[in-house]
Every structure is written in structure tokens, then in C-alpha cells.
């Protein structure tokens, strides 16, 4: 199936075209340096660049696939979670072109994106499977079977802070530049991960995450040290803890539940020294580590699309058109459509 996906769900406006599970266009805008100055994503502003970037990037999409909207089968749309005005215009703007070319609609949960977006260079998932999803605003560790047809069972979700998040605020606190993920992952590469021993919360308690505690402890170790503190060990040694507390858990989960695949997706999954120590736990335990691409991992329309190729393969329902956005969607499947299955 040809599947054209939108997703708008925070600051990024991506489109992709997939066809029988490969991506054969997309295209991407941010608002990320208009958020810049506010320290975090507007959603006014976010929701405005939507409604701008949204037909040029369709356009640069298909072109880039060689192909028109006559050979699409379908139109997939995050429908949730995420911010809500910027949420309506992806799922507006899949609606009008799903009217207009005649074709069926797809509410996909944004997180169900993530991860089908290792299948677009990695291939279908195995019969089962464990995710670890790592972003902005989740920390989930998920239990996975066919990814169109099966529920999605919570191993473990972050009680507090999502990795992300605290990645960024940490940024904030060495004075590093926004977004702070990436800024932390450059950071680090120059400091000793063993320099100070930063909390691990909740190791060897099953599978919820925290961060707040290790957020409050490099905030008050860089008090203590006043101008004096190195900002590439303070960035590695943080990075360490939490790559750490990630990755243990995620292979006990694989262990436990004799599951002989770990996914790793969203935002954080870009991490290098998450892939690193990832692939040297996996490999120790006899565990297939897949990882898609770094700019897989970060929000794109493609992983969209990817879900809606899958969701159509499967016979699935499409969404009614009255589909409404949803904020805070748990994740318990990939469609969104209220009445499937
Ligand atoms: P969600 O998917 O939970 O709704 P989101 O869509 O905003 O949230 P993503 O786009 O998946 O999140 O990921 C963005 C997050 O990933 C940000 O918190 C960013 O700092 C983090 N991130 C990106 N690259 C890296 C990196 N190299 N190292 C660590 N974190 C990173
Ligand atoms: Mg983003
Ligand atoms: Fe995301």
C-alpha cells in the first residue's frame, strides 16, 4: 500500500509517503528556533508554522517520491498525543486531502509512529517484540505483538520527568543551547562519564522510571561548584545515569518476558551514548537491538506513514471523519479509531 502520513503532533511538520513498508519521500519543517527564546514550544506559535509549512512540505514529499495523489491507497494523521492546536491542523489538513483525493483516513497514536519507524529501514518487527521508547514527553517500556493488530502492553512508564525532558532541562542548567538533548550528547563527548556518581533511581524496582531525582542532584552538584564545575563531565556523568538506568532495564525486560528483541525509538533514541552502551548490553545478553537512523528517531511524517501502511496491510477500519484530536491518548494500540477491532 502507497500511505501518505502527517504528523504535526509538537513543533515539527513532517510528511512522508510510504510504499510497501519503505519511504520513498518526505519532507520536514521546524519551528524549533521560534521556540528558542520562549525555552520551550509555544503551542500558538508551533500551530501557526503547521498551517505554513503543511502544503509545501505534501508537495516537496511527493515530488521527492516521483509519484501523485492518484497513487495513494491512503492518508494517515497523528491524532494524539500532543499539543492540541497544533494536533488540529495536521488532522485538518489530512481530512481535506482525504475528502478531496477520495481516499481512507488513519488516526495513528504519535508513539505507534516511533516505533514503526525502525520498521521503515529494519523491516517488519518479529512476532514479539520490546520498545523502549525514549522522547520529549515518554518513557515507556512496551511489550509489543503485531504492531497494527495487537494491544500495546506498559511494562514501565517514567513516574515523573520523561528522558527527554530531562535531558533538557539539564541543558538549561549548564547554560547549553536549546534543544538540550543534542547539545548534552556533544557536550559529553569531551568529559568522564565515571567523573561523578549521579543517582540511579529505581534500578532493580521493576520497570517505571524517575528523573526528577537526578535532575535535582546535578542541579545542586552544580551549585555546590559554583563556576568552578566542568560542564563535559557534569553532561557525560549525568548522560551515563541515564543511559544506564534505560538500558539495564530494557534488556531485564527482554529477559523476563523471553523476548529476544529490543527496539529503541523517539527523540533520545539519537543518543550516542545510549546506542553505544545499548549495543554492548544486547550483545552481552544475546538480544537483537534495533535502532532506526537518527533522523528516524526524532519526530518526522514517515514513522506516520509507516503505522497507516501497516494498519491497511492489516484490513483495518478507517477513522471516522469527525476524528478529533486527543491530547493525552494512552498508548494501548496504534489506531486511534475508537472502534476498532
Ligand atoms: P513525544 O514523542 O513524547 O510526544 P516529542 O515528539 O517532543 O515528544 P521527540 O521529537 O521524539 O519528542 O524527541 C525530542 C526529544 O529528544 C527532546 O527532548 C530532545 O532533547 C531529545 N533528543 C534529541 N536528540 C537527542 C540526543 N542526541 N541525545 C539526547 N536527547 C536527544
Ligand atoms: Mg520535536
Ligand atoms: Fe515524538
Same mark, same amino acid.
Given at each position: 500500500?502507497?500511505?501518505?502520513?502527517?504528523?504535526?503532533?509538537?513543533?515539527?511538520?513532517?510528511?512522508? =509517503? +510510504?510504499?510497501? %513498508?519503505?519511504?520513498?519521500?518526505? !519532507?520536514?519543517?521546524?519551528?524549533? /528556533?521560534?521556540? $528558542? #527564546?520562549?525555552? @520551550?514550544?509555544?503551542?500558538?506559535?508551533?500551530?501557526?508554522?503547521?498551517?505554513?509549512?503543511?502544503?509545501?512540505?505534501?508537495?516537496?514529499?511527493?515530488?521527492?517520491?516521483?509519484?501523485?495523489?492518484?497513487?495513494?491507497?491512503?492518508?494517515?494523521?497523528?491524532?494524539?498525543?500532543?499539543?492540541?492546536?497544533?494536533?488540529?491542523?495536521?488532522?485538518?489538513?489530512?481530512?481535506?486531502?482525504?475528502?478531496?483525493?477520495?481516499?481512507?483516513?488513519?488516526?495513528?497514536?504519535?508513539?505507534?509512529?516511533?516505533?514503526?519507524?525502525?520498521?521503515?529501514?529494519?523491516?517488519?518487527?518479529?512476532?514479539?517484540?520490546?520498545?523502549?521508547?525514549?522522547?520529549?514527553?515518554?518513557?515507556?517500556?512496551?511489550?509489543?505483538?503485531?504492531?497494527?493488530?495487537?494491544? =500495546? +502492553?506498559?511494562? %514501565?512508564?517514567?513516574?515523573?520527568? !520523561?528522558?527527554?525532558?530531562?535531558? /533538557?532541562?539539564? $541543558? #538549561?542548567?549548564? @547554560?547549553?543551547?536549546?534543544?538540550?538533548?543534542?547539545?548534552?550528547?556533544?557536550?559529553?563527548?569531551?568529559?568522564?562519564?565515571?567523573?561523578?556518581?549521579?543517582?540511579?533511581?529505581?534500578?532493580?524496582?521493576?520497570?517505571?522510571?524517575?528523573?526528577?531525582?537526578?535532575?535535582?542532584?546535578?542541579?545542586?552538584?552544580?551549585?555546590?561548584?559554583?563556576?568552578?564545575?566542568?560542564?563535559?563531565?557534569?553532561?557525560?556523568?549525568?548522560?551515563?545515569?541515564?543511559?544506564?538506568?534505560?538500558?539495564?532495564?530494557?534488556?531485564?525486560?527482554?529477559?523476563?518476558?523471553?523476548?529476544?528483541?529490543?527496539?529503541?525509538?523517539?527523540?533520545?533514541?539519537?543518543?550516542?551514548?545510549?546506542?553505544?552502551?545499548?549495543?554492548?548490553?544486547?550483545?552481552?545478553?544475546?538480544?537483537?537491538?534495533?535502532?532506526?537512523?537518527?533522523?528516524?528517531?526524532?519526530?518526522?511524517?514517515?514513522?506516520?506513514? $509507516?503505522?497507516?501502511?501497516?494498519?491497511?496491510?492489516?484490513?483495518?477500519?478507517?477513522?471516522?471523519?469527525?476524528?478529533?484530536?486527543?491530547?493525552?491518548?494512552?498508548?494501548?494500540?496504534?489506531?486511534?479509531?475508537?472502534?476498532?477491532?
Amino acid at each position: 500500500a502507497v500511505v501518505l502520513g502527517i504528523e504535526t503532533s509538537c513543533d515539527e511538520t513532517g510528511v512522508g =509517503i +510510504v510504499a510497501d %513498508g519503505r519511504l520513498i519521500g518526505a !519532507a520536514l519543517a521546524s519551528s524549533m /528556533d521560534e521556540h $528558542a #527564546r520562549y525555552g @520551550g514550544v509555544v503551542p500558538e506559535i508551533a500551530a501557526r508554522a503547521h498551517l505554513e509549512s503543511l502544503v509545501p512540505c505534501v508537495e516537496a514529499a511527493f515530488r521527492q517520491a516521483g509519484i501523485g495523489p492518484a497513487e495513494l491507497d491512503a492518508v494517515a494523521v497523528t491524532s494524539g498525543p500532543g499539543l492540541a492546536t497544533a494536533l488540529q491542523t495536521g488532522l485538518a489538513a489530512a481530512k481535506a486531502y482525504a475528502l478531496a483525493w477520495d481516499r481512507p483516513l488513519y488516526g495513528v497514536h504519535h508513539l505507534a509512529g516511533h516505533v514503526a519507524a525502525d520498521t521503515l529501514e529494519h523491516g517488519p518487527l518479529p512476532r514479539r517484540s520490546v520498545a523502549l521508547i525514549v522522547s520529549g514527553g515518554h518513557t515507556s517500556l512496551l511489550l509489543l505483538g503485531d504492531l497494527a493488530r495487537d494491544p =500495546i +502492553v506498559h511494562l %514501565g512508564d517514567t513516574r515523573d520527568d !520523561a528522558a527527554g525532558e530531562a535531558f /533538557d532541562k539539564i $541543558a #538549561r542548567i549548564l @547554560g547549553l543551547a536549546y534543544p538540550g538533548g543534542p547539545a548534552v550528547d556533544r557536550a559529553a563527548r569531551d568529559g568522564d562519564p565515571r567523573a561523578i556518581d549521579f543517582p540511579r533511581a529505581m534500578l532493580g524496582a521493576g520497570y517505571d522510571f524517575s528523573f526528577s531525582g537526578l535532575k535535582s542532584a546535578v542541579a545542586r552538584h552544580v551549585e555546590r561548584d559554583g563556576p568552578g564545575f566542568s560542564v563535559p563531565d557534569v553532561a557525560a556523568s549525568f548522560q551515563e545515569a541515564v543511559v544506564d538506568v534505560l538500558t539495564r532495564k530494557a534488556v531485564d525486560a527482554c529477559r523476563a518476558h523471553g523476548v529476544d528483541t529490543l527496539v529503541i525509538v523517539g527523540g533520545v533514541a539519537a543518543n550516542h551514548r545510549l546506542r553505544r552502551v545499548a549495543a554492548e548490553r544486547c550483545g552481552a545478553a544475546g538480544v537483537t537491538l534495533r535502532i532506526p537512523s537518527p533522523r528516524l528517531c526524532t519526530d518526522n511524517g514517515a514513522m506516520i506513514a $509507516a503505522v497507516g501502511g501497516l494498519l491497511v496491510a492489516a484490513g483495518a477500519p478507517p477513522s471516522p471523519f469527525d476524528l478529533a484530536a486527543d491530547p493525552s491518548a494512552p498508548l494501548t494500540r496504534a489506531s486511534l479509531t475508537p472502534d476498532r477491532l
